[in-house]
């Protein structure tokens, strides 16, 4: 992990704005965490891991803040702003990033969910300097690929929403080791939403549960998704028995 205390991280903090206009009764902020980030507001660390059950707003929650930062809610750079529809929430414009002095205005915001239309608006839009065809590649290639390009190579905010759709058991550990690269340099800054046990380790990584309480933030061992899979894998027949079959 880099060092926090003399490089800027690009998002310190995450608070109301002083124009927000989202009401109490109004989604997203009918959502416990969302409510939490308006009310008390939420520091980020260098690296934060969001967990937590489906529907708990994970996705609502890292989408705000990457367009609150600049980046397209799709996908992309603080230079991509494609866009086939718009399902974002208006929590990003109820939302203001305390930056960093000085701190890289760079990002990337990578999304299982939209991942084809950015491969595809990438490669229509791509440089001279030989674009890798992401489209040719299958979707755990064109990930690990689209990590090691110079996309990721210098400081920034890079956000991910459940990079783990689609990537094996190795590939998952391949992505926890480029994160692991990614944070030793102290002007990177990561902030992923995650199902995944093996994505959650990221060592160093804050680990914050998402629940219909709030926020909560967590160790590893703790997290409700590490000990389902620990008792799962043990012994699958406790769960098994429990459903229709
Ligand atoms: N436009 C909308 N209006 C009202 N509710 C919505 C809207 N979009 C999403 N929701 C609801 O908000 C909740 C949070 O959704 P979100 O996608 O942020 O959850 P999540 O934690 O990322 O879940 P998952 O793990 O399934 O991706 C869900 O219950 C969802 O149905």
């Known amino acids: 992990m880099g060092d926090e205390w003399t490089t800027p991280l690009p998002v310190r903090r995450i608070r109301r704005s002083d124009d927000a206009t989202l009401s ?6 009918t959502l416990a965490p969302v409510a939490q980030v308006l009310d008390r507001g939420l520091e980020l660390a260098q690296a934060t891991v969001v967990v937590g059950e489906n529907g708990a707003g994970k996705s609502t929650f890292v989408e705000a803040v990457a367009t609150a930062y600049g980046l397209s809610p799709e996908g992309g750079s603080t ?12 929590l990003s414009q109820s939302i203001s ?21 950015l491969f595809t608006y990438l490669e229509d839009n791509a440089s001279a300097r030989g674009e ?11 990930f690990l690929a689209m990590l090691n390009s110079n996309r990721f190579s210098g400081d920034g905010f890079f956000v ?10 190795g590939a998952q550990l391949a992505l926890v080791d480029a994160l692991i690269q990614l944070v030793s340099q102290p002007g990177v800054q990561v902030l992923i939403a995650t ?18 309480d709030g926020i909560h933030e967590r160790t590893w061992e703790d997290l409700d998704v590490v000990e389902h899979h620990r008792r799962f894998l043990e012994a699958p027949e406790r769960y098994l028995r429990h459903l229709r079959y």
Not at 79 to 89: K, L
Not at 133 to 141: A, N, V, W, Y
Not at 160 to 169: C, H, I, K, R, V
Request: charged share 20%.
């Open 24 to 29: 109490d009764g109004q989604w997203p902020a």
């Open 79 to 90: 230079g991509a702003m494609h866009s086939t529809r718009v399902t974002e929430s208006s």
């Open 97 to 117: 990033l305390v930056r960093g002095a000085g701190a890289s205005r760079w990002g990337y915001f990578l999304r299982a969910e939209t991942m084809h239309g």
């Open 132 to 142: 890798t065809r992401f489209h040719e590649l299958s979707h755990g290639e064109s």
């Open 160 to 169: 991910m929403d459940e990079p783990e759709a689609g990537l094996s058991f």
């Open 195 to 212: 199902h995944s046990p093996v994505v959650a380790s990221l060592p160093g990584a804050t680990i914050l549960e998402f629940d219909e």
